[in-house]
């Protein structure tokens, strides 16, 4: 039911995420409005979100504190030290023991509160990206058809992985170190404040200069980051292209120029990686050498002022240790708002999923399978992908219960769309379909398509035992059931020769089993299922001949007292179908038996004699 045509040359998507160096990567669209739709999504955590703030608050005041009271052991030190050159006493050690005592306490109760808000954050952390991979899954399955013919695999993917990783990393670092960050910042500009005026107004003077010197870095870089983004996701697409069609390059004698392009990409993401991350790697060194001079004139003016009676000796100590506490949290808030566009872009394209349009199904009757039938009519139906483009302009059939329909037509004609429609992948633009006499559109989809069996030309089997894969067709089979359904399948002399026989497990791609081994396996899977309607998309293309042969009979097997609908590739495997409904662009040309249909010598005929004519050139 899908061609196999060779994938396009793309360029891989680097989703949301931090780039290397602090540098910023992906930015939302509309950053205000991700936030306020991202703090509503979370807002049943708000409890536990309050409880993070209060002791996030309460660790960084605790910690704050340490070094104004650790100040008043030094200036013990020094005064009973001088005192002691004096004659006139000595160092008060019982005094700075309680000192000691005090600032372990404050610490050890920072520490536990800095251990209590990262727990109970990362466990909102995990309950919201739980819910939203949960709500995405759940969305796939409301999803129209359309949506995922128009999008890859990996970009629908990266939503449930990428983007849902990144929103977690990122809401459980930046909402803790911004308010630690935020409440360190204001609380050492008040207690440096209240040590010395002068001294706090020289070290503030140093954080703009640093944040200057960090945004003309930031502006020069920016552009070798984004250079180092595009071209790192053009060689990925290059390595993957290369590989996967490694035996055609070969074949063709591309190796060189394939390598020369790779080259010519490597070249360009060399030079634009080794700057963006030499500029990066400046940052800290800049940083660094603003500290230092912020440290000298503190020093400098400290030492004054110490001398001039103004300030103790543990206040200097204590002001240079804020002075270099005052420096981290700032780089960190830089680093915080690259974070939160991060987890904005994230966010945003997770909503972006959830929001998309999903199936309007307002139907309410259900199907009863036991007393279903399986008669089938097709009453002018019309359909087009787009309403303004009609592929299926008046298509009429009328199909009895039990009987074999094989539809056949050259690419492009409307065979698989037929199916679509049969099974409510899509509804019909006019017309209606219609089964016992009950149009499909009264009932759910997911209702509906119970009455279906499908074996398809592509197989898929998931990784699992092959016993686990059978039994998918119908939940509650027992053993001895799927062992019966691989037997009607002529599947189970093949599965008791592999290692493990039923509980043998099948890899991610189920490549330990041959394709004729896999085919025979979806035919079991649907045997097992005993639906009324099979929809068969004859799968014997790619193997040989004699597995062809035991395809065909599980197949012919599979068909038996069952509606069949009967996606033909090669006629002389539906000579013994009761209707043959030949397509041509959307329409039915011609209908009628294999014996009938030749005799008129028209289209159908014509098809049926060139496969042979082809086989005998």
């Known amino acids: 039911m899908s061609d196999n045509t060779s994938a396009a040359k793309r360029p891989v998507r680097r989703m949301g995420g931090h780039m290397r160096g602090g540098m910023p990567g992906e930015k939302a669209k509309d950053f205000r409005g991700t936030l306020i739709k991202l703090l509503r999504y979370i807002a049943s955590h708000r409890a ?5 703030i209060l002791f996030a608050v309460g660790s960084t005041i605790f910690s704050i504190l340490g070094p104004k009271i650790l100040s008043q052991a030094t200036t013990e030190i020094f005064t009973g030290l001088m005192a002691k050159i004096r004659g006139t006493g000595g160092i008060d050690f019982t005094r700075i023991g309680y000192i000691l005592l005090t600032v372990l306490g404050l610490y050890v109760v920072s520490s536990l509160f800095s251990f209590i808000q990262g727990w109970l954050m990362s466990g909102v952390t995990q309950k919201v990206c739980y819910r939203m991979r949960g709500e995405i899954s759940e969305k796939i399955d409301r999803m129209p058809m359309k949506y995922f013919e128009s999008k890859t695999v990996g970009e629908v993917l990266s939503r449930i992985t990428n983007d849902v990783d990144t929103l977690g990393q990122s809401l459980s670092q930046s909402i803790t170190q911004l308010i630690t960050s935020v409440t360190t910042v204001i609380g050492i500009i008040i207690v ?37 983004q595009k071209y790192l996701g053009r060689i990925n697409g290059q390595v993957e292209e290369s590989y996967s069609g490694h035996n055609v390059i070969r074949a063709f004698n591309r ?11 490597n070249d360009i993401l060399f030079h634009s990686a080794w700057k963006s991350q030499f500029l990066s790697g400046m940052m800290q060194p800049v940083m660094t050498l603003v500290g230092n001079l912020g440290y000298v004139s503190v020093a400098v003016s400290g030492s004054l002022l110490a001398i001039a ?14 002075v270099r506490n005052l420096t981290q949290p700032i780089s960190i808030l830089a680093q915080v708002s690259n974070m939160l566009q991060s987890m904005a872009a994230a966010a945003e ?25 399986g008669d089938v009519e097709f009453d002018h139906v019309r359909f087009g992908y787009d309403p303004e483009k009609i592929i299926i302009r ?43 006499g009950h149009d499909i559109r009264e009932y759910r989809r997911g209702d509906l398509r119970l009455l279906f069996g499908m074996v398809l030309q592509d197989t898929w089997l998931f990784k699992g035992s092959i016993m686990e894969n059978i039994r998918y067709g119908r939940l509650d089979a027992t053993d001895e059931e799927v062992i019966e359904a691989a037997k009607a399948a002529n599947a189970h002399h093949f599965i008791q020769t592999l290692p493990g026989g039923y509980q043998m497990e099948l890899n991610e791609d189920a490549s330990n089993v041959s394709q004729g081994q896999k085919q025979l396996l979806t035919i079991a899977r649907a045997i097992l299922a005993d639906s009324r309607i099979m929809i068969l998309d004859e799968a014997t293309s790619s193997v040989d001949t004699r597995t062809e042969a035991r395809i065909q009979q599980a197949m012919n097997r599979l068909m038996e007292g069952r509606t ?54």
């Open 48 to 52: 536990a979100l309050i409880t993070v």
């Open 192 to 228: 440096m404040l209240t040590i010395s005026p002068l001294m706090t107004l020289i070290a503030v003077l140093v954080v703009p200069v640093s944040g200057i010197l960090m945004g003309l870095i930031i502006r020069v870089s920016q552009k070798y980051f984004k250079a180092q």
């Open 255 to 265: 190796e060189d120029a394939v390598i020369a392009e790779f080259d010519k990409t």
């Open 309 to 322: 009676g103004t300030i103790q000796v543990g206040d200097i100590q204590a002001f240079i240790q804020y």
């Open 349 to 373: 394209r997770v909503f972006e999923f959830l929001d998309e349009e999903e199936e309007e199904d307002d139907s309410t009757e259900v199907p009863d399978p036991a007393s279903f039938r």
């Open 394 to 436: 008046d298509f009429c059939a009328s199909v009895r219960s039990g009987q074999t329909v094989a539809i056949v037509g050259p690419t492009g004609a409307g065979k698989t769309t037929m199916v679509k429609l049969l099974m409510r992948f899509y509804d019909v633009t006019g017309g209606s379909i219609r089964i016992d």
């Open 564 to 617: 069949s609908f009967v996606i033909a590739h090669r006629l002389s495997t539906i000579r013994d179908a009761d209707l043959i409904l030949v397509l041509r662009d959307g329409d039915i040309i011609e209908q009628g038996r294999h014996s009938e249909l030749l005799a008129k010598g028209g289209f159908y005929a014509d098809l049926y004699n060139s496969q042979f004519e082809d086989i005998t050139e």
